[in-house]
């Protein structure tokens, strides 16, 4: 053979592949470089029918190489093997004549493949699957052939009998199934391909898990398909696997190559030839040569060791064991066996066994050395390797189910104008959204039957495994929370009742702490999944994102008391902290739904929906509270109603009198473990901080001082916007019960420590004084909820002499309806006047009413030194007495006078009784000793000996003139002093003895 004709040729490709890529005229065609491999072709054909014959173990030991190339001639293959490598690069580059060449260089590939060196050839199947990408369509059948029937053989058919280390032909066989199953729609093809590697590698479960993890949209559907058609028992019932609306195409069985086959009829291979010098002389073709039955009976008598078993195609996947001599009672399938010693009982195909049947058949050494696929196992029980493909491809299948950008964008609230289209681009977007295949929104579904058959719950999960999953299932509720009410909707609604919710649930209760990390706005590393994090957004995003997220979770029971008990606080600071206060407004209506008081979606009462922020009351130092109002506020500003009345037993009123109360104790202020409630968001560029405290104990104490303070604007704040939000009534009163607790609520502020710094003190401008603006503010905004319950109006007083007067008409009126027409009435003028002309001291223990003709008259005893008598008071009981009545004549009345005769109290009988002294609860005043007690007062009563108490500690002129404003609101509008005057008269006298007048 002429060595050089053979350079020569090669030097004319690479001459070809320069003309081509340079654009050098006259550029080569398609045929011409045909022509040439065609040369090859025939040549190393004619050195493979001379030399020796060659067994298929030559090429997976790369010892056996030098043995194997000895044989041949000194030629250039590797040259060889290069241009063309070169010349595949250039086909869609030729004008015309790029079939003829395709064809040329998959046959030249065919015959070169006996000649080549172990590492080239492990390195073809890969090559030969990316000529899919190049070639016409019409060839994609030649391509597959020739990786299936050759290639694959030689570089998988000994890795698997123990040759070391896995090859690069093992190692790209992921890639190899990823481009076929991209660049051709042929269903036989991908079975074809599928059930050849099958045969000869026993880890194709993780190859196709590879695939729809880390591959292309285009190959995720049919790897998914095939995954589970190979694999049945993924499905989580007959019902799911029925349906599915894949159909599955089985590849046609290699018809005998031989020429000239006597067969026409049934002249399916089933065996096939690697003797070099017999393919060629029977086909004229490079080795393997398939034939049929017949065919191969007359090679089997000249050559029997050079023919071996080839396997049929499967048509369908049985459920069931498919031995016949089953004795097990579980029938299931449990693995697929492709060695031909087991598939010659199912007819040369492969044969499915149970477990039973599994173990018998392959236990033993030699049963063992079979290439079977069991079903999937757990994934806590994978190597590192598996676990990782079967995560990331759950995560890609349940990503096939997001919504589009746009619809989210609408739910979310944002502004369509800001993110308009030109028309073009609308129309473009709206036809590809109309023509988005259902298919690979049902892709999501094999990913819930992957979580619920191969995740089960268990305590032995990693954490990091287990979140993500966790946070691409959260995502996958988002993302179908939209879908219509069509087939599709509901064939994903079915699967979250019927079997993800119970996995959640499970995982929810044993594993909470992971749970609950994955909900949160920032989220662990490995929950940082799809949606927003696979995209550069920005901070306020994540968190409108993540908030939506959420909400799409609450119909379906996820979100649990204690789940949102823990995450509220977060998400709430996250607003707080994250999002511009502009815009806060596009959260409006999420949040809106999610706190409504009456609507709420989340099956618990509104009590435990408020109870993050309950706690935070409740024996909390002021940072605590502090932060926790600032939460309501948040939620007030944006027009979210807080419980506000009785008929919830939660109302904000009640909780902000325990978180002053608790404010008060110092042992709680000065408490470290109380600052654990504080909740803290990591802001993205930002530095992180470890506690709240500088360092500077003194500069700490003014801070929580301030925090102090801050706490009261904000409850009065809060109170002001919830009172204007849910429309209450305006100046109805104060006896309702909403005016009573708000009057508590100042009272207990006013009567807490107010500690803090003055920063006025130091320096001569008063504006910098944080401590003073807070008062002043404080009570700017007390002022102004008074002014929003009291009356609008000021009373009119009448005389005290006319009021007492219409008093008694008023009782003469009603007496003399009762009384005998014979008797008169008493002149209330004429009686009045003659008991002001009495002396002073003996009106003091005596109170006169008009009963008709009769005068009751009231004769109080008390034993003491002084002698003091007041009037009868209604409220304030001092001591049980005895009074006795005295009837007085007409010509009597206004002659009547009373004195004290003795001064000691006796019972019903008339026996003395002895008093003890006990002046508990007793208040002197100038006309005696009053028994009351401040907290069994009225709330406005409270209020005002709060006020008075605080009015003579103020120094700055407005707070002290909010405080007067106040108080006369409380005097002039709501008549508090004048109902006291009735039913709280020693309270007044006190107060005006003591408070009002002298200060």
Known sequence: MNQHIFTAKIRNLNDYYQRTVNNIVPLPSGIDIANTLKYFQQTLLSVLKDVPSVTSGSYSSRQRDSVRLSMFPNLNYQGLYHAIISIIDIVPMLQFGQYSLGQAIIQTLACLVQFLETELIDVLPYTVASMLAIFPNTLHKEITDLLCNNLLHLTLGEVEKGSGEPSYACLSTSAIIMMVLHYTDNGAYHSQL????????????????????????????????????????????????????????????????????????????????????????????????????????????????????????????????????????????????????????????????????????????????????????????????????????????????????????????????????????????????????????????????????????????????????????????????????????????????????????????????????????????????????????????????????????????????EVWDYIMPHWLEGLQTIIPEDELSELKVLLCKTFDLELCPLPFSVEKMYNFVSVRFCNCPAPVQEQALEWLQLLSSLEIYLPMDHYHKFHILKMMQQGVAATMDPAVQNNPSGLQLLVKIVLPDAEDFDGLGSGNAEADNADRAESNISCFVLMMDIILKQMELQEMPTHKGIDDGFSHELMTLMKVIVEAPWVGQHRCSLTEETNDCMLCWSFTTWY????????????????????????????????????????????????????????????????????????????????????????????????????????????????????????????????????????????????????????????????????????????????????????????????????????????????????????????
């Open 194 to 561: 599928l059930e050849s590697l099958m045969a000869l590698k026993k880890d194709v479960s993780k190859d196709l898990l590879c695939v729809i993890a880390y591959g292309s949209g285009a190959p995720r559907a049919p790897a998914v398909n095939l995954l589970f058609h190979y694999w049945p028992n993924l499905y989580c019932s007959m019902i799911d696997r029925r349906a599915v609306q894949y159909k599955f195409v089985a590849w046609k069985p290699i018809t005998c190559q031989k020429e000239n086959c006597f067969n026409t009829d049934k002249n399916d291979a089933v065996k096939m030839c690697i003797d070099p010098a017999c393919t060629i002389e029977l086909g004229d073709r490079p080795p393997p040569l398939y034939l049929c039955h017949d065919c191969s009976e007359k090679i089997h008598q000249d050559n029997p060791d050079y023919l071996a078993d080839i396997l049929l195609p499967m048509d369908y996947v049985s459920l069931k064991c498919e031995n016949k001599n089953c004795m097990s009672l579980d029938k299931v399938g449990y693995s697929t066996c492709f060695s031909f010693e087991c598939a010659s009982y199912n007819r040369n195909r492969p044969i499915r066994y149970c477990k039973t049947c599994h173990d018998m058949r392959h236990s033993d050494a030699p049963g063992n050395a079979h290439v079977y696929h069991t079903t999937l196992p757990c994934i806590w029980e994978c190597d590192d390797e598996l676990m990782g493909y079967l995560v990331e491809a759950i995560v890609s299948l349940m990503k096939e189910a997001q919504v589009e950008v746009r619809h989210r964008l609408d739910k979310l609230g944002e502004d369509r104008e800001k993110q308009r289209p030109s028309m073009a681009q609308e129309a473009e977007g709206e036809q590809s959204e109309r023509d988005k295949s259902e298919e690979r929104r049902l892709l999501s579904r094999y990913s819930i039957w992957l979580v619920v058959q191969l995740c089960s719950a268990c305590d032995s999960i990693p954490p990091e495994t287990l979140g993500r999953l966790l946070a691409v299932i959260f995502l996958w509720y988002e993302a179908t929370a939209y879908l219509p009410d069509d087939n599709i909707g509901t064939a994903l609604e079915s699967l979250k009742t019927e079997y993800i919710f119970k996995w959640v649930s499970a995982v929810r209760a044993s594993h909470f702490d992971v749970f609950v990390s994955c909900l949160l706005p920032d989220p662990p590393e490995y929950a940082r999944v799809g949606g927003h994090w696979d995209i550069l957004a920005t901070a306020t995003t994540r968190i409108k994102d993540g908030l939506n997220r959420l909400f799409c979770l609450i119909p379906y029971d996820i979100i649990s008391f």
């Open 780 to 999: 700017q905004l007390a002022l102004q909820a008074l002014e929003y319950i009291c009356p609008l109006a000021e009373i009119k007083l009448a005389k005290t002499g006319e009021l007492k007067v219409e008093e008694i008409w008023e009782d003469d009126d009603d007496e003399d309806k009762k009384e005998d027409g014979s008797q008169k009435s008493l002149d209330a003028g004429q009686a009045l006047n003659e008991q002001t002309k009495c002396e002073p001291e003996q009106q003091g223990g005596i109170e006169m009413s008009s009963m008709g003709p009769k005068i009751m008259m009231a004769v109080e005893c008390e034993e003491t030194e002084d002698l003091d008598m007041v009037a009868a008071m209604p409220q304030e009981h001092v001591v049980s007495a005895v009074a006795r009545a005295i009837t007085l004549t007409d010509t009597d009345v206004g002659l009547a006078q009373a004195k004290v005769a003795i001064s000691t109290l006796v019972d019903e009988n008339e026996r003395p009784l002895i008093k003890e002294e006990d002046d508990t609860n007793f208040w002197h005043t100038s006309q005696g000793k009053f028994k009351f007690s401040i907290e069994e007062l009225p709330a406005q009563l409270q209020l005002i000996f709060a006020v008075l108490k605080d009015l003579s500690g103020q120094k700055d002129p407005d707070v002290i003139y909010n405080l007067l404003k106040g108080l006369k609101l409380l005097f002039l509008h709501a008549e508090c002093l004048n109902k006291a005057a009735k039913e709280h008269r020693g309270f007044l006298i006190w107060s005006q003895e003591n408070l009002l007048i002298p200060k």
